[in-house]
């Protein structure tokens, strides 16, 4: 089973890094910070390591 990702509301910046290396795993929100759009996209991307501030981590509360 694929590893699930979310974001840290807190530590994302909405600097976009994640959309631009993630290949459709993350967007923008309305509120300019991102949202997993495709946790397996994030993970073939780098998984946490998209986000060069930290905001992307792997959800372990989902099984």
């Not at 840290?8 to 890094?17: L, N, P, T, Y």
């Not at 993970?43 to 981590?57: F, I, L």
């Amino acid at each position: 089973m694929a590893k699930k990702y979310i974001i840290d509301k807190e530590k994302c910046v909405g600097c976009g890094v994640c959309v631009a290396v993630s290949s459709g795993g993350t967007e923008l929100g309305t509120d300019g910070k991102a949202e997993i759009t495709d946790s397996e996209k994030i993970e073939k991307s780098g998984g946490e390591e998209v986000c060069p501030y930290g905001a992307v981590k792997e959800d372990k509360s989902a099984k």
